[in-house]
Every structure is written in C-alpha cells, then in structure tokens.
C-alpha cells in the first residue's frame, strides 16, 4: 500500500511540475507574439526600464567593483606561486567578462526585480485588477507582462556592461595598491586579452538570462493564489527558481559559445 501511495505521489508531483512547464511554454509563446505586435506601450516600457534597470545600477555596481577586487586580490597569490603576477589583468578580465559579470548581475536582478514583478503582479492577481482587465477586455500579457519583458531584456545588457567596467576597475585598485602595478601596464593587458568574441558571448547570455526573469516573475505573479500569503509563497518560489534556472542555463550557454 504504501509503494502505491509513493507512485502517486511522485505521479502527481510529476505531472504538476510537467503543467507548469507547459503553461510557462505558452506563456512564452505569447508574450513573444505580442512584442513584436501592436500596440506597443513605449511610456510602460520606458518607466518599467527605469524602476528595472537605473535603480538597479547603484548595486550592480558596488558588487561588480567588490566582485572585481576580490578577484584580483584571491588570483594574485594563486598566481605568485608561479611568478606570474603580472597577468592579473588577463585573469581579472577574462573572469568578470564572460563569466561573472553577467552571472552575477543576472543573480542580483533576478532577485531584486524578479522578486518585485511577482509581488506586483501577484497582488493584483488575488485582488482581482488581472480579472478586471480581463473584463474591460485589455489583454493582461500586454499589459502587465510584454512592457516588463522588453524593460529586462534592454537593461540587462546594459547593467553588464557597467558591472564588467566596474569589476575591471576593481582588479586595477587592487592590482595599482597590492601589486605597484603601473595602471596603463594593467590597462594594456586587458585590452590585449579581452576580444569582440568574449564580450558577445557575455552580453548574449545576458539576453536569455532576462527573458528566463522575466517570464518566471511574471508566470508566478499571475497565478499566485491565496492572498498575501500567496503572494509571498510566488515571490519565494520566482527567486529560487530564477536562481537555479540562471546558473544551469550559464553552463549550457558557456558550452555553447565555446563551440563556436
């Protein structure tokens, strides 16, 4: 009795995890339909871009730069050990540039602004303004999730390239003050090492990362149940699962980049 109590359960938590892909694949769907369609909100987009990407830049910035120090102070004495001090701007660079700039910013924005869009949307959905819309025939995907959609996926590339410049700066406080580096001799090994290629495989990351907050944050923000209670069980549930959706979805785009 109880292995068939088991089978249905794992049954059952199968087929609800299997739901909730699908209705995310159709909400996808949709979103992507109406982004290109009109009509287009450009003020919705423009305020959503600024509550989503200037307000974001302070700290994107602060943990680039910290980000970017760390790495430089933990890489030179991995590198002492072979008298190699001198390539901390390769390391440095090459780290923060494909790796941990868009990670960690896509970290940082999923957990900010993703936890924010689904307590947003969250609230109107069990205090009923998503069914309102829905009665005033306005197309709540339109409304709510399309201006948010294209809010992240032009402010995340943007807040990366301020994180990879303030990351970079990071390494050249330490290795200027650590190592008595000269800062154009740290500056030339940067440029020297960073190519077109490294940089785009960054920023494209940066594209999938914010399409994944997006619709996570929205999906769990329309169909959040039960109150505030509800609420906060979504808001919980986007952050985690933008988490782990950013860090499996870096491994497969690295593998993909560096084999082309």
């Given at each position: ?17 299997v ?45 680039s ?69 829905r ?14 959609m ?9 807040l ?10 990071g ?18 090994h ?5 190519g ?9 990351k ?37 988490a ?17």
């Amino acid at each position: 009795m109880r292995r068939v109590n088991l089978a249905s359960q794992i049954y059952d938590r199968t087929w609800r995890r299997v739901r909730h892909l699908g209705a995310v694949a159709l909400l996808a769907e949709a979103t992507v339909q109406r982004m290109f369609t009109r009509p287009f909100d450009v003020h919705e987009v423009v305020r959503q871009l600024d509550a989503i990407g200037v307000r974001s830049a302070n700290l994107a910035a602060v943990i680039s730069l910290f980000t970017g120090m760390v790495m430089a102070l933990q890489t030179s004495y991995a590198l002492a050990a072979f008298g190699a001090k001198l390539y901390i701007g390769e390391a440095v660079a090459l780290s923060i540039v494909r790796e941990l700039g868009p990670v960690l910013t896509a970290l940082m924005v999923g957990g900010r602004v993703g936890a924010g869009i689904t307590a947003e949307i969250g609230s109107m959905t069990v205090s009923e303004q998503v069914d309102a819309l829905r009665s005033l025939g306005a197309d709540p995907i339109r409304k709510l999730v399309v201006p948010r959609m294209w809010a992240l996926l032009l402010g995340l590339p943007l807040l990366v390239v301020l994180a990879d410049v303030m990351g970079i700066l990071g390494g050249l406080i330490i290795a200027t003050w650590e190592l008595g580096l000269a800062p154009g001799f740290y500056a030339s090994h940067v440029l020297r090492i960073v190519g077109y290629s490294d940089v785009f495989s960054g920023l494209m990351k940066t594209v999938f990362f914010a399409f994944v907050i997006a619709l996570i944050a929205c999906y769990n923000g329309l169909h959040a149940t039960g109150g505030a209670d509800g609420v906060g069980r979504a808001t919980t549930n986007t952050v985690v699962a933008i988490a782990i959706s950013v860090l499996v979805l870096d491994f497969f785009l690295t593998k993909l980049f560096l084999m082309l």
